[in-house]
T-cell receptor, first 115, second 111 residues
Framework: DQQVKQNSPSLSVQEGRISILNCDYT??????FLWYKKYPAEGPTFLIS?????DKNEDGRFTVFLNKSAKHLSLHIVPSQPGDSAVYFC??????????????FGKGTHLIIQP | AAGVIQSPRHLIKEKRETATLKCYPI?????VYWYQQGPGQDPQFLIS???????DKGSIPDRFSAQQFSDYHSELNMSSLELGDSALYFC??????????FGPGTRLTVL
């Protein structure tokens, strides 16, 4: 069972517009959520995170929104730039490992920024 | 800024052989995590160590073992390799369980 779901395998957005990537989760024990950007054959690069006690976190062009009641989070990128083209993974952390819990990843969304 | 270092970057092994992957965390990070990413898949958590003690365990096969050493580097030992073990293996590190920063990965190919 996929506890973190990214239902859009790919998303195409025009340069300068807003990119919105969505993520749903099923495990109510997740307390911390992260977004990573990944290029082929490279490791995931951390973008932004949000704790379950917040509903919004912003860092430059990136904003993450969390709706706990809906078990949904989204990443907004504005304005979108060509260098943003990559696979974006949503990840969640639980509480069972005493703080050193492994992350549960979604299957990723391939964002394509068109000029 | 210093990042997570993994070695080797590429490794080719035959079936039933053993492999050892190494991970050097970001300086002062106390927690190390291992992940496996198969082709077209999302990264799957294998195991983590906090202050040299195993902390959390995911879908790590019994053929695999890992440890964290006194200098905080970690090694993932894989025995009786199977074709299905071919994947990218990522190490990540964090400070006290906060944001995990990933290394570039080791690509393991089992022939």
């Amino acid at each position: 069972d996929q506890q973190v779901k990214q239902n859009s395998p790919s998303l195409s957005v025009q340069e300068g517009r807003i990119s919105i990537l969505n993520c749903d989760y099923t495990n109510s024990m997740f307390d911390y959520f992260l977004w990573y950007k990944k290029y082929p054959a490279e490791g995931p690069t951390f973008l932004i995170s949000i704790s379950s006690i917040k509903d919004k976190n912003e860092d430059g062009r990136f904003t993450v929104f969390l709706n706990k009641s809906a078990k949904h989070l989204s990443l907004h990128i504005v304005p979108s730039q060509p260098g943003d083209s990559a696979v974006y993974f949503c990840a969640a952390r639980g509480l069972s490992g005493g703080g050193a819990d492994g992350l549960t990843f979604g299957k990723g969304t391939h964002l394509i920024i068109q000029p | 800024a210093a990042g997570v270092i993994q070695s080797p970057r590429h490794l080719i092994k035959e079936k039933r052989e053993t492999a050892t992957l190494k991970c050097y965390p970001i300086p002062r990070h106390d927690t190390v995590y291992w992940y496996q990413q198969g082709p077209g898949q999302d990264p799957q958590f294998l195991i983590s160590f906090y202050e040299k003690m195993q902390s959390d365990k995911g879908s790590i096969p019994d053929r695999f073992s890992a440890q964290q050493f006194s200098d905080y580097h970690s090694e993932l030992n894989m025995s009786s390799l199977e074709l299905g073990d071919s994947a990218l293996y990522f190490c990540a590190s964090s400070l006290r369980g906060r944001t995990q920063y990933f290394g570039p990965g080791t690509r393991l190919t089992v022939l």
